[in-house]
Structure formats: C-alpha cells, structure tokens
C-alpha cells in the first residue's frame, strides 16, 4: 500500500520557491512508490482558546488531514532566522489536545512522523534546531537529516528555483528516512 506524505509549505504565496522544493520533493517519493497531498490551511486563523470548542471547520479540516496522513513533511522559509509566524500558528492548532478535557491527551500531529526541508539564503542553522525543539515538545518523530538548500541568484528575478542535483540526493535520503520510520 502506497504510503501518504503530508506536505506543509510554511509560505502561503502561490509558487513560493519552498513549493517549488516540495514539488522535487514530490518527484522524488512518486519514484518510491509514496503519494503526496499538499495543506491547505490559509483558512485556518490565529490561535485563540475561544475559538476552541465548538471546532471550527478550517481547524477539523487540517486535523484530519494530518490524522489521514502517515507522515508529514514542512517546507518552510526562514523569517528572522525563525520559522514564520503561519507555520508555528498551524502547529499550535495541530499540537492541542483532540478531548480538551485530557489537556495531554493525543492530538492531531501527536507521533507522527515528521521532517523538515528549507530553501533561503541564509538561516538554516538557526531554523532547523527551533524545528528540531518544536516537533520534539509537540511529540513528534522527527527523522531523517533536514534539507537546506539556497536560492539560486537568477531565482529571484525569474521566480523559478533551480534545484541542484547536491539539493536532490539530500532530499532522497530524506524521503528515505521517511518512508522506513513508517513502515
């Protein structure tokens, strides 16, 4: 059976170069046999208790697309050497209990298996430890060695990232890592 990678872009701009990332990415699980689905969560508003119960529908949604999922995977930029303020929202969202009335109880992203990947000039060794600490705290199982790769100089002009065959290989040891913490 064909095992399901969540991707979460951490940049909500249409043909971000962190999508496009995602998209080498996705080739690179097809040729393993994996599928991908891409998060849709730009209907999904700023953390706030009140809006816990009842669950709002953008919030179920991205839930069960993480609980459908067998492992999820960020792609994130880097904003103030940090990760951007729509990703770590998303995550608290996801990290809250599914029963509020367990407060530890399991939620959405609770033990699943989980990775990161970037693309920016700079700011991937501030970037990946905060990750690192996040999915950790969150209960999480981060896997596999994260994936940084930078802009290529013409990118910012014509929009489009080259990814680079060094940038590929970490990508398929990424993928690789993945895939075997699931099975």
């Known amino acids: 059976m064909s095992k399901n990678i969540l991707f979460i872009v951490g940049s909500l ?11 080498a990415a996705e080739k690179v699980l097809a040729e393993k046999g994996a599928t ?49 303020g729509v990703l770590k929202n998303l995550t608290d969202w996801l990290s809250r209990a599914l029963d509020l009335s367990e ?8 033990s699943k298996v989980t990775t990161v990947s970037s693309v920016a000039n700079a ?4 970037l990946f430890p905060e990750f690192q600490q ?11 060695e994260f994936t940084g790769a930078l802009v290529n100089p013409e990118a910012w002009a014509t929009g489009e990232l080259t990814v680079s065959e060094e940038t590929i290989a970490k990508l398929s040891a990424q993928a690789d890592a993945v895939l075997t913490a699931i099975n």
């Open 13 to 23: 701009r249409q043909g971000s170069f962190n999508h496009q990332l995602a998209q």
């Open 36 to 84: 991908v689905t891409y998060l849709d969560y730009s209907q999904v508003p700023l953390f706030n208790q009140e809006l816990e119960v009842p669950t709002l529908p953008a919030v179920q949604a991205v839930r069960d697309a993480v609980l459908a999922a067998d492992a999820v995977w960020f792609f994130s930029p880097i904003y103030n050497f940090s990760i951007p």
């Open 103 to 110: 407060t530890r109880g399991p939620s959405a992203i609770d």
């Open 123 to 126: 700011g991937h060794d501030h």
């Open 134 to 144: 996040l999915l950790t705290f969150i209960r999480t199982q981060p896997v596999g």
